[in-house]
């Protein structure tokens, strides 16, 4: 039986066309600038969002690290959700990387509000705090089941970081997500954020790879502290094909998995073992256990059905929906999810 895995939308598998992309890219060395499949990728990218430039890397965590690298220095401070994927899951990075802290917001689901924001930013000319550098946006955010900001809230707290001299930074790991869900024009995140990361490993389908969008001079930078990330691929034009072929092909699909992820929701929302879930924006369903099973015992359950499952903390689960996930997988999950009704209280 083929696997149902629902653990992340990183564990898609190229297409066969994907793949024929990727067979008959045009390459060359990349640290000479020489790759046209990777220049092609960056500017084409870049396009999209309205920016000047681009950058191929293996990950987002690497896109976002050099973001954060570039845009802030030693001892000053980055302001971002305290569920953020540059706090909670790049491995402590900013500190090591950047020698920068982070002031922590509380925001709803991932989602920080412009006066979050700016009750977070430190007084100026007093030496016992850190120096605000950054700012840092999640869309959509993760850890906060996929919920989305608007262009009106984005264009809020851009304004609050332009009236302080503060740089916005995007982690949009998932951001042609939050553009499907919100119907929101990439070309307008170009004039409010100074950086972007994009990943095409995910929803997208591509095997590897990030982008990082900004100025020209943003990107001359980031590309110098890549090469020292040990970042700087040579022939990465199999790569870079992939990920165009996943810009061109897969983004028009990505309203698909948000369905998927919908019907999910109109299931739990019926079962006996759920205490509750979080409202479904996107492709991220995460919901919590009632005291009918662990969430390693509900993991186990189903995967016992061939279906795969992130546990997500004490009692949480969460799933994602991507293109390897067909009609007939979401109702083989649907029938498994209805079939663990009824059973008996593990304390009992
Ligand atoms: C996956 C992800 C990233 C980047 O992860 P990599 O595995 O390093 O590519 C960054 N931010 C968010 C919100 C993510 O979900």
Known sequence: MQLTDLRSDTVTKPTPAMRQAMFSAEVGDDVYGEDASVNALEAKTAAMFGMEAGLFCPSGTMTNQIAIKVHTQPLTEVICDITAHIYQYEGGGIPFNSGASMALVYGERGKMTPQQVEAHIRPLDNVHFPETSLVALENTCNKGGGTYYTIAEIAAIAEVCQRHGLVLHLDGARVFNALAASGDSALDYGSYFDSISVCLSKGLGAPVGSVLLGSAAFIKRARRVRKVLGGGMRQAGYLAAACSYALDHHVARLPEDHRKAKAIE????????????????????????NDRYTDKAFVDALAGKGILASSFGPQMIRFVTHLDITDTMLDHLLQTLQALDHTPVLSA
């Open 266 to 289: 109109a299931s739990l929302l019926q079962r006996d073992y759920i205490a509750s879930v979080l409202p479904v924006e996107t492709n991220i369903v995460i919901f919590k256990l």
